[in-house]
């Protein structure tokens, strides 16, 4: 039975300008994990992807103490064009629960995360702990998608504000955008959607195949924390254009119902199936 080979990050644009038959080194905290810790040897084979979602297969030609130098096997895919783009603005929660909400939404498919400081959220992050915050959740959104094997490394953006989200939330409703607001206490469906948003990505994928040009539109899901979007919020939210919807009769924790919702939208905008 062929084995799977493990797959790893380029971290640059080394793959836009390689091809076939190109020499490159994975070097940086990448080549001494494939190097250290899992040992990949001469002749062996691993994935390379790379953010904009190139990926290639290439052959281990020299293992070096903190670097592996490679022959890649074929020409790098094209960058991921997939649209419409699916953000989740996550808030920040206690007890780990908003890393894994990361991680499932990035092998489910999220292009973009965003941490939210909401008006709820038990968890802050200022100062130093902010960096380190944004550090970990971007070092679980790059593991996930090694596990996955999934094309592109989903950004995560520096953290918002709640005064901040809504500016963003305005800017992109008016830009053609469509701002889902995850609310238990919602009556409207997200599945009462489904036509809109098949509609939608079938306008997406006619865009792409014409190659159209434009501000690439997004779906973007907003998850409150463990407390709940507080009711000022959810009204500014509302007032700036974003839909709250009910994802379905169970109340999901926030590291849940996030990424339930992109494996639904996943679905109904063509990406699965």
């Known amino acids: 039975m062929p084995t799977t080979p493990p797959a790893f990050?380029?971290?640059?644009?080394?793959?836009?300008?390689?091809?076939?038959?190109?020499?490159?080194?994975?070097?940086?905290?990448?080549?001494?994990?494939?190097?250290?810790?899992?040992?990949?040897?001469?002749?062996?084979?691993?994935?390379?992807?790379?953010?904009?979602?190139?990926?290639?297969?290439?052959?281990?030609?020299?293992?070096?103490?903190?670097?592996?130098?490679?022959?890649?096997?074929?020409?790098?895919?094209?960058?991921?064009?997939?649209?419409?783009?699916?953000?989740?603005?996550?808030?920040?929660?206690?007890?780990?629960?908003?890393?894994?909400?990361?991680?499932?939404?990035?092998?489910?498919?999220?292009?973009?995360?965003?941490?939210?400081?909401?008006?709820?959220?038990?968890?802050?992050?200022?100062?130093?702990?902010?960096?380190?915050?944004?550090?970990?959740?971007?070092?679980?959104?790059?593991?996930?998608?090694?596990?996955?094997?999934?094309?592109?490394?989903p950004r995560v953006d520096e953290p918002v504000s709640t005064r901040q989200l809504v500016d963003e939330v305005r800017r992109c409703t008016e830009a053609g955008s469509l701002v889902l607001v995850l609310h238990e206490q919602e009556s409207v469906g997200l599945m009462s959607l489904a036509d809109e948003l098949r509609a939608m990505g079938r306008r997406s994928a006619a865009d792409a195949a014409s190659a159209c040009v434009g501000a690439a539109v997004q779906i973007i899901v907003l998850v409150g924390p463990e407390g709940g979007i507080a009711d000022g919020e959810l009204a500014q939210l509302r007032e700036a254009g974003a839909r709250s919807v009910l994802l379905g009769p169970e109340v999901l924790r926030s590291s849940t119902a996030g990424p339930a919702a992109i494996a639904v939208l996943s679905a109904l905008i063509g990406r699965w199936g």
């Open 9 to 153: 990050l380029i971290l640059d644009d080394a793959l836009e300008h390689a091809g076939r038959g190109a020499a490159l080194t994975l070097d940086g905290e990448e080549g001494r994990h494939a190097a250290k810790v899992a040992r990949i040897g001469v002749g062996e084979q691993i994935l390379l992807t790379d953010a904009a979602g190139r990926q290639v297969l290439a052959e281990v030609t020299a293992a070096r103490k903190e670097a592996l130098d490679l022959h890649l096997l074929a020409e790098p895919s094209a960058p991921d064009r997939r649209t419409p783009r699916l953000t989740l603005v996550q808030a920040l929660a206690t007890g780990g629960r908003d890393e894994q909400a990361v991680e499932s939404a990035t092998e489910l498919g999220v292009d973009r995360v965003v941490p939210w400081q909401a008006e709820r959220s038990v968890a802050v992050w200022r100062g130093e702990k902010q960096r380190k915050g944004r550090a970990k959740w971007e070092n679980t959104v790059r593991a996930a998608v090694k596990q996955c094997r999934r094309p592109g490394i």
